[in-house]
């Protein structure tokens, strides 16, 4: 049973970081690329970062560029999204999915709120 499960979320200032998991089961990690998403209330879901499984190659949207980090541990079957810098803008329930391509997702977690207010 393919399960992707998100944590790490939390309340946070503006300025302030955090390092979001997905921890995946059901599947082996490194044959599939895996992206993270988010959705904002009253907002469509946008792709924030994904991860190839061939070479670790990166990529981001422009949003977030140089705040956020995606990163692999195969060995542990997770990926982790570190984000610095942190907006109110950034405030919303973030999502990790499963590749078949860096753009057909095929499983998606539950997700995990990240609220970014003073």
């Known amino acids: 049973q393919v399960r992707l499960v998100e944590s790490g979320g939390g309340l946070v200032q503006p300025g302030g970081s955090l390092r979001l998991s997905c921890a995946a089961s059901g599947f082996t990690l490194d044959d599939y690329d895996i992206g993270w998403f988010r959705q904002a209330p009253g907002k469509e879901r946008e792709g924030v970062s994904c991860i190839s499984r061939s070479d670790g190659r990166t990529y981001y949207a422009d949003s977030v560029k140089g705040r956020f980090t995606i990163s692999r541990d195969n060995a542990k079957n997770t990926v982790y999204l570190q984000m610095n810098s942190l907006k109110p803008e950034d405030t919303a329930v973030y999502i990790c999915?499963?590749?078949?391509?860096?753009?057909?997702?095929?499983?998606y977690g539950q997700g995990t709120q990240v609220t970014v207010s003073s």
């Open positions: 999915a499963r590749g078949e391509t860096l753009y057909e997702y095929d499983y």
